[in-house]
């Protein structure tokens, strides 16, 4: 098993920046990527970046050019840099691990953005 442990989130004004970050843990080996999703209120799960263990990164068109996935290998970490942060970024964000059965998830950080 893998263990997650998000960190980072918080109030912050539009247009500013937050990190997060994400500690994993267990079966570490496992892991294929990792990666963030968010749950905004009422709306459904979205994805947002990944990082495969190759380095290849994907974003959500929404967060292109405004977010940046990263990870310390040293540090079983993962970071999501949000900057030029908005309103419809609230939403509670969840770092994931890729291993052979699919994607684990871990408990979320809120991430609120005042206008």
């Known amino acids: 098993q893998v263990q997650l442990v998000e960190s980072g989130g918080g109030l912050v004004q539009a247009g500013g920046s937050l990190r997060l970050s994400c500690a994993a843990s267990g079966s570490i080996f496992s892991i294929n990527s990792m990666g963030w999703s968010r749950q905004a209120p009422g709306k459904e799960r979205e994805f947002v970046a990944e990082i495969t263990n190759g380095g290849s990164i994907n974003y959500a068109d929404s967060v292109k050019g405004r977010f940046t996935i990263s990870r310390d290998n040293a540090k079983n970490t993962v970071y999501l840099q949000m900057n030029s942060l908005k309103p419809e970024d609230t939403a509670v964000y969840y770092c994931?691990?890729?291993?052979?059965?699919?994607w684990g998830w871990g408990q979320g950080t809120q991430v609120t953005i005042s206008s």
């Open positions: 994931g691990a890729l291993r052979h059965i699919g």
